[in-house]
């Protein structure tokens, strides 16, 4: 392989975690978090982010604003531990519930796709619109790829993961292109 295309991974998701309880673990523990980031070795590349869908159940009102908002916190919040890594923003994925999807779903990844692009995010973040690989001719969720309208099965895995490498690949080639050389 060559140096620095390895896809080592650390994985901190867990299930029904919501954005609040990200921002407690990763904040560091001299704070009074629970330091998940806190590890000087711990210098990753990319930071693969996904958050704020189990925000929009016992949700603050407006949801797709409280959801906004809390991501733009927690992009802040890692940025600030790991300022030397870059993030990789994703789309939320389709719901089961197409009045969600409208509602929250849609109006959240609209407002990542700008915040992505903003002056305070563009020199290290990138966004990762998995929506349409998770969606049909019309719009809605494949459902053969969820186990429960919600999270993804073997399959809808496997659909992020080669959406997720072909991105990385091509986000490495650009970052390649333009360091410059001594």
Known sequence: ATPGSENYAFNMGISGD???????RILPKSAGGLGQLDAPQLNP??????LGINNSWAAED?????????VHVAL??????????????????????????RDVVGIVNQRLVKLASSPE??????????????????????????????????????????????????ERAASLRSTPTK
């Not at 407006?62 to 809390?70: H, K, Q």
């Open 121 to 170: 995010f563009s020199g290290f973040t990138r966004y990762l619109d998995l929506y349409p690989a998770f969606t049909d001719a019309a719009g809605m969720q494949i459902p053969h790829y969820f186990t429960d309208g919600l999270h993804p099965n073997q399959v809808g895995y496997s659909v992020w993961r080669d959406q997720l490498l072909a991105f990385l690949k091509t």
């Open 76 to 101: 802040r919040a890692l940025h600030a531990r790991k300022p030397h890594s870059r993030i990789v923003l994703q789309s939320l994925l389709p719901t089961n519930d197409v009045a969600k999807n």
């Open 45 to 50: 590349d990319y930071m693969v982010v996904m």
């Open 18 to 24: 919501r954005i609040e309880h990200i921002l407690y």
């Open 62 to 70: 407006p949801v797709a604003d409280s959801i906004f908002e809390g």
